[in-house]
């Protein structure tokens, strides 16, 4: 296992904390992480990420739900016992649709919401019991925390992180 | 400010080759009453033959009933025919009038909700929303004119001699009578007026004042019109629409309407902004603005189509004939506009505007956008005109030519009234908030 130095650099204002990230991005150094007690609106976008994909995911349940929601109702209603709907003995799916819309609504939302979350919880290795990742607990209530990788230019990056107004910088050993 | 001369100039060369269009709806009118009388003399001999050979004389009795029937029956169109032109300026004359009144109830929430993004676009809307007073009273004009100077081409319920053959329609004449639907029309449109001039005024206020009085005015009179407009846009539509179907009702129709007019309105604002800004007038809109426009077309043509499903459903699910014979001409006779409209107003638009990065690029929403004007323009039709003109519709001159007059009238008057002022709401508090506005 190699142990690395990071800086952690504390912030106390999500204003201050986006132009501080700007800063460090145009000096080219890597931002590794950013532990924010709200989501920073851009924050995102001025660190460099990927944009996310969760849409599509999104999208996806959803047309999976869809077709859950028709082929449940098609197997409950018209095959297994088929049921008289609304006076009209159809017996034929297309023909009963609007009675159905309300369920293949209902499970394209359902289907996309859980699985959007299952799915975020997966990406972003959550589980429960898991134990925090967290390096600082005041990052759950008024502190921001930005951590830096440091390659043996500690004294530049202290001084330009003083400069872009944090209130605390820390030099830690993080082990991998 | 200077603004659009070329807007201007736009709206007059638009309104100009609509007025030929009325000479030439005009002379359709006069045409088609010319064409209906020839139809009954041309028609009618021939049945009173066809009638009498295939029954001899034996069943003269019953051959004469026939006939008589046959007449009503060609009577019943030839009123069907007279009903088209009417009812194509009416659709159209409310299409338009819609559009404003739903952009004028989207201003006052925004002001009523203190909107931070939409500001920029204040001005835009409030040249829009000076079309709701000419558009809404020639649609009360047209709707009383079919009572008194047509032949009840609209509304059936203001024909005295169908109310008095009619027991569903007499236990109405206290809510469906000319007195009161006049008297009605006019505090409802009195009501949207007083609140769009008092708005605009105290907007122009706020640009050179000092203090921030006229906008708190404005955000109390926002608030008050939205309590007043729900109830008369309701009321509204039971008299402007529901009421050409004397017999049918639909307690979900003036939300039904709402959605429409809603959607209609704010993909107008979007084209107009697009327009605007394409000219270079609005170069504080950027692509951020034109997002969140795209999103509540999105949003509310999804919004649309949940009322007109809720509608729908229940009417189809209980099966009460007084109810669902609504539903049952649109689907015999209107089968393409009805499903088509559906198509238009929901499938197009969530599948085009449900990607983010879409709803920023101007032609893609322009186009999107043309197309639920389109579907809800068919939305309208469809609930007039089954109940007027019934299988003798068609989608032809005269309801192009209306179309066009009134969009015509519409671009004039909007964008005259966009040069009356600077296109930015200078003095607005939310303003610079709004320039700085970040998806």
């Known amino acids: 296992m190699e142990a690395s130095k990071v800086i952690h650099a504390i912030y106390t204002d999500d204003d201050i904390l986006m132009s501080a990230v700007k800063k460090v991005k145009a000096e080219r150094f890597h931002i590794e992480e950013i532990y924010t007690p709200f989501p920073v609106h851009g924050l995102d976008k001025a660190m460099g990420l990927a944009p996310t994909r969760i849409a599509i995911t999104a999208f996806i349940y959803g047309l999976i739900g869809l077709t859950v929601a028709v082929l449940m109702m098609n197997f409950i209603m018209i095959e297994d016992w088929p049921q008289n709907i609304g006076g009209k003995p159809s017996f034929s799916y297309i023909e009963n649709m609007p009675a159905f819309v309300p369920i293949m609504f209902e499970l394209t939302v359902f289907f996309a919401a859980h699985l959007m979350v299952i799915t975020f919880y997966l990406r972003s290795r959550m589980w429960p019991f898991k134990n925090a990742e967290n390096p600082d607990p005041r990052t759950t209530d008024d502190h921001f925390l930005m951590e830096i990788a440091v390659n043996g230019n500690e004294k530049e990056l202290e001084s330009l992180l003083a400069d872009t107004g944090a209130v605390e910088i820390n030099l830690v050993d993080k082990a991998h | ?439």
């Open chain 2, 1 to 439: 400010m200077i603004l659009g001369a070329l807007g201007v100039g736009y709206g007059f060369m638009t309104s100009h080759k609509s007025f030929e269009e009325v000479e030439h709806l005009l002379a359709e009118e006069s045409h088609h009453g010319g064409e209906h009388s020839e139809n009954t003399t041309h028609v009618a001999p021939s049945h009173d033959a066809h009638a009498v050979d295939s029954h001899d004389d034996s069943h003269s009795n019953t051959a004469h009933a026939e006939i008589d029937q046959h007449k009503k029956h060609i009577e019943h169109v030839q009123h069907q025919i007279a009903n088209r032109p009417w009812s194509a300026l009416y659709v159209a004359a409310f299409f338009f009038m819609m559009i404003a009144l739903g952009v004028l109830a989207f201003y006052a929430i925004q002001i009523a909700s203190q909107a931070g993004w939409s500001p920029v676009l204040f001005r835009v809307m409030e040249g829009i929303t000076a079309y709701m007073l000419p558009g809404a009273l020639i649609v009360l004009a047209i709707a009383v004119a079919s009572g008194t100077i047509g032949h009840y081409n609209i509304f059936i319920w203001m024909d005295p001699e169908v109310v008095a053959h009619d027991k569903l329609i007499e236990g109405k004449t206290g809510w469906l009578n000319l007195g009161g639907f006049v008297i009605r029309g006019l505090i409802f449109i009195g009501g949207w007026y007083a609140y769009r001039h008092f708005s605009r005024k105290f907007s122009i206020a706020q640009d050179t004042a000092e203090d921030k009085s006229n906008f708190k005015k404005s955000f109390r009179i926002s608030a008050a019109f939205l309590v007043f407009f729900i109830y008369t846009e309701s009321m509204m539509s039971w008299d402007w629409i529901m009421s050409v179907d004397p017999h049918w009702f639909s307690t979900l129709f003036g939300w039904y309407v709402f959605a429409s007019m809603f959607v209609s309105g704010i993909t107008v604002i979007a084209l107009i902004t697009i327009y605007l800004k394409s000219k270079n007038y609005l170069v504080f809109v950027n692509e951020n603005h034109l997002h969140d426009v795209a999103k509540f077309m999105f949003a509310f043509s999804i919004f649309w189509t949940y009322l007109w499903f809720s509608q729908f459903m229940l009417i189809w699910y209980s099966n009460i004939p007084e109810e669902v014979t609504y539903f049952v001409t649109r689907f015999q006779d209107y089968k393409l506009p009805f499903l088509g409209m559906v198509v238009m107003n929901f499938v197009f638009p969530i599948l085009m505007l449900m990607n983010a990065d879409y709803k920023r690029i101007p032609w893609f929403v322009v186009m999107a956008g043309l197309v639920i004007l389109f579907g809800h323009y068919i939305d309208i039709f469809n609930m007039i005109m089954p109940a007027t003109v019934g299988d003798r519709w068609f989608i032809g001159i005269p309801e192009i030519s209306s179309v066009l007059l009134f969009a015509g009238l519409f671009i004039f008057v909007v964008f005259t009234a966009l040069t009356k002022a600077p296109l930015l709401v200078k003095g607005y508090p939310f303003r610079k908030e709004s320039e700085e506005f970040h998806y």
